[in-house]
T-cell receptor, first 115, second 110 residues
Framework: DTAVSQTPKYLVTQMGNDKSIKCEQN?????MYWYKQDSKKFLKIMFS???????INETVPNRFSPKSPDKAHLNLHINSLELGDSAVYFC??????????????FGPGTRLTVT | KQEVTQIPAALSVPEGENLVLNCSFT??????LQWFRQDPGKGLTSLLL?????REQTSGRLNASLDKSSGRSTLYIAASQPGDSATYLC?????????FGTGTRLTVIP
């Protein structure tokens, strides 16, 4: 059974389009995250949600909007895609956001290519 | 802001050799330190998590240590195998965030 799943795995689209990436976890975790891994393989957090509420929002353009319909899902919607948005986007989850139980489990990633 | 550095960026070793991967962080007030493995085109697999109150964790051939005072963590891999070839990432946690290093790409030569 897949613990953290993302769809699609690959996404190729043109500049200016709007796209969404879906994430689901079946671990019963309260907290979910979105990370971006750039071309240099550096991973950086974008958003974090705990029980459907936003707790981290790093300096990410407003074109990126996360949506959490329930605590098992955290979707990422991107408006007006730009070339610089090309990257691999990872979803992750953890039991909660408290420091002592912070092991994170990652999805397989979504490779976004903007042409 | 926490900064995490991993040295070396790449490492090649012959099969069977023991090896150490290094991770350093700037803010000693981390809450825990997590080591991940990333295979090409794949997601991250959690290997070991060391709580701030612990000094090391072991899982099979892997041993991770944490020295908060010096801002360092090491991942020791014993008797390396070709299947260990991957990129290894360390990440230090802040209050509710993870700060990743840039990784060490390990190649174990048969």
């Amino acid at each position: 059974d897949t613990a953290v799943s993302q769809t699609p795995k690959y996404l190729v689209t043109q500049m200016g389009n709007d796209k969404s990436i879906k994430c689901e976890q079946n671990l019963g975790h309260d907290t979910m995250y979105w990370y971006k891994q750039d071309s240099k393989k550096f991973l950086k957090i974008m958003f974090s949600y705990n029980n459907k509420e936003l707790i981290i929002n790093e300096t990410v353009p407003n074109r990126f909007s996360p949506k959490s319909p329930d605590k098992a899902h955290l979707n990422l919607h991107i408006n007006s895609l730009e070339l610089g948005d090309s990257a691999v986007y990872f979803c992750a989850s953890s039991q909660d956001w408290q420091r002592s139980s912070y092991e994170q489990y990652f999805g397989p990633g979504t490779r976004l290519t903007v042409t | 802001k926490q900064e995490v550095t991993q040295i070396p960026a790449a490492l090649s070793v012959p099969e069977g050799e023991n090896l150490v991967l290094n991770c350093s962080f700037t803010d000693s007030a981390i809450y825990n330190l997590q080591w991940f493995r990333q295979d090409p085109g794949k997601g991250l697999t959690s290997l070991l998590l060391i709580q701030s109150s612990q000094r090391e964790q072991t899982s099979g051939r892997l041993n991770a240590s944490l020295d908060k005072s010096s801002g360092r963590s090491t991942l020791y891999i014993a008797a390396s195998q070709p299947g260990d070839s991957a990129t290894y990432l360390c990440a230090g946690s802040g209050a509710n965030n993870l700060f990743f290093g840039t990784g060490t790409r390990l190649t174990v030569i048969p």
